[in-house]
């Protein structure tokens, strides 16, 4: 039985809904994906958007993601565990103006988040929920940075992280999860073969595991980059938005909050075209959505500078091709050398250092433009969604 769960707190949470077969599932308790064997699709948490929730309440409110609390599915405030995450600032493009001429161009910049990356989001969410449900071991696969962000939010809940990562990844992902007191579980593969053996020793030990859009929660902290969205562009959504795609929970979630905020009678019902940038060597959505696909397929061409976008086949591919062809958006990659470059000239003339990730989105900016798919007088936002600093090691500079 799903029952609407009490509220002792300010969430409107109702209940979790698989978006692909329907069925409910009771958000007073732990989930991780939908309970019917034949689907086990990430679950979208639901919200009672018929309250009348007005947004002149945010006026007061701290300027973290946390702003959007009734939206964000913690019942009980004092559950919230934050380092202050969120409402990062949206930067026009201003020294590099001769690519954007007729296009207004920003970057939200994720980069200020703590731990380096928007991870922080939704792992701020995912542990505070988890906190709610009374977890005390919290475990995730990690190209690094979520891995990072796992260590310092649950030193900061007091809980325990278990991050397993692949052995390439830079030397500070490890050093930072080490620091925040997390085990640190190298492995010699990829995110896949990570996820892989989480999987195996979280059911071996009883723990809880926050593997992208396998469990509802870090969807719903990325999901308030959406919100930010409109409302640090006056509820006035930008034409087009780039998102550097890994697992696609930002793209999904941003999505979701646009959708929100309609119900809500916070925005209307214009929505930007959304483009998924990935790696050369990790391609599986832009061929996939190329095609006309519903799926994608396994596609790991070994190293990238952007272990963010390392994701062979990301579990809710569906999802990220459905957002694709509801926003008419595009999908394109971007090889390392581009993103190096791109990192160096966003540095020299913009003054941010950018996670190769959020760089890449500067090149499949400057293509979609040239090919006339980005037009005259579109306003266009970036998601930069990390810092540089801790991609050093792996840079010829
Ligand atoms: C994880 C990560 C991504 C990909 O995010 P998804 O929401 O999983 O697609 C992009 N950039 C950086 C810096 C990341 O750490
Ligand atoms: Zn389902």
């Known amino acids: 039985m799903v029952n609407h769960i009490e509220l002792v707190g300010t969430s409107l949470i109702i209940n979790l809904k698989c978006p692909e077969c329907g069925t409910l599932h009771n958000a007073g308790v732990i989930n991780t ?5 034949n689907c086990r699709s990430t679950l979208f948490t639901q919200y009672d958007l018929t309250t009348g929730l007005n947004k002149s309440v945010l006026k007061d409110r701290p300027a973290t993601m946390w702003r959007y609390k009734e939206l964000l599915p913690v019942i009980n405030d004092k559950n919230i565990v934050t380092l202050g995450e969120g409402f990062t600032p949206i930067i026009p493009v201003e020294n590099l103006k001769q690519y954007t001429n007729n296009n207004e161009v920003f970057w939200k910049d994720e980069s200020g988040n703590p731990t380096g990356s928007f991870k922080a989001r939704g792992i701020s969410a995912a542990v505070s929920k988890a906190k709610e449900l009374g977890i005390h071991t919290i475990a995730t696969p990690t190209a690094g940075n979520a891995g990072g962000a796992l260590a310092a939010y649950a030193a900061r809940g007091g809980m325990k992280a278990i991050v397993y990562m692949p052995k390439q990844t830079p030397k500070v992902f490890k050093d930072e999860c080490r620091l925040y007191g997390a085990e640190l579980i190298e492995i010699n593969g990829n995110i896949s073969d990570c996820g892989k053996l989480v999987n195996e020793h979280a059911l071996l030990n009883n723990w809880f595991q926050v593997s992208t859009l396998k469990e509802p929660y870090r969807l719903e902290g990325k999901k308030t980059m959406g919100y930010e969205i409109a409302e640090q562009f006056n509820w006035q959504l930008p034409d087009v938005i780039f998102y550097p795609t890994g697992g696609g929970t930002g793209l999904i979630g941003i999505w979701k909050a646009f959708d929100e905020m309609e119900q809500l009678g916070w925005i209307g019902s214009k929505r930007p075209r959304m ?3 990935q790696s050369q060597s990790c391609d599986g959505i832009v061929k996939a959505f190329q095609a ?3 799926v994608s397929e396994f596609a790991d061409g070994g190293f990238t500078i952007a272990n963010g976008l390392r994701v062979p086949k990301p579990y809710a591919d569906k999802i990220i091709l459905k957002v694709l062809r509801e926003s008419q958006g595009a999908a394109l ?25 959020g760089a890449a989105l500067w090149p499949a900016y400057k293509k979609l433009k040239a090919t006339g798919w980005v037009e005259a007088g579109e306003k266009v936002l970036l998601i930069n969604t990390g810092s540089g600093y801790k991609y050093l090691e792996n840079m010829d500079i």
């Open 292 to 294: 006309g696909l519903y």
């Open 33 to 37: 994906v939908c309970i019917n064997e």
């Open 333 to 357: 990659t971007v090889s390392d050398e581009e993103m190096s470059i791109a990192i160096k000239e966003i540095a020299k003339y913009e003054g941010m250092l950018m996670a190769p990730e």
């Open 275 to 277: 483009v998924v940038v």
